[in-house]
């Protein structure tokens, strides 16, 4: 069931863990996949990923709802390898943004990754993607060489922090 789209930006919401495939998550990352396909022409399918890769301990995904509980955001982390958690997903509603959602959602994956042990993270973004950039810039993400030898580094920027 799609939810009803918000007429006036909220200034608050509410953040909670919840599973992957969850109903409002699963609609924002609708939202998400038909944005990249715009921007870009391909995105990765987010069904194609099993939610059990956000369940903790190896992984987490955050909802976000507004102040009318409707969906203003969402994001995950899940395990890279041995040392890295991966930041998935993260998508903020138009109507949400320049509010600093995206932001604290970062925050809680980045300490939630931190206290399970994790001392870094990297993620992927599209190069057009500019204020996800600027967002993981100001957040103290570098850039790395690819990470997932599948992606056109003309396209694809891959990122990585210190936690």
Known sequence: MTRPIRT??????TVTP??????DIQQLLRQLHATQLEMYGYADDP??????????PQGLFLLA???????????????LDVSTAEVKRMYVHPDARGQSLGRELLLRLETDARLRGY????L????ANMAA???YRRSGYLPIAPYQPERNPQINRALRKAL
């Open 47 to 56: 069904t194609d990923t099993p939610a059990e890769d956000y369940t903790p």
């Open 65 to 79: 709802l507004d102040a009318t509980a409707l969906p203003a955001g969402c994001g995950g982390w899940r395990t």
């Open 124 to 127: 992927e973004t599209g190069v």
């Open 133 to 135: 950039l600027a967002l």
């Open 119 to 122: 001392t870094h993270m990297q």
């Open 18 to 23: 919840a599973r992957y495939d969850n109903p």
């Open 8 to 13: 006036q930006p909220p200034w608050s919401w």
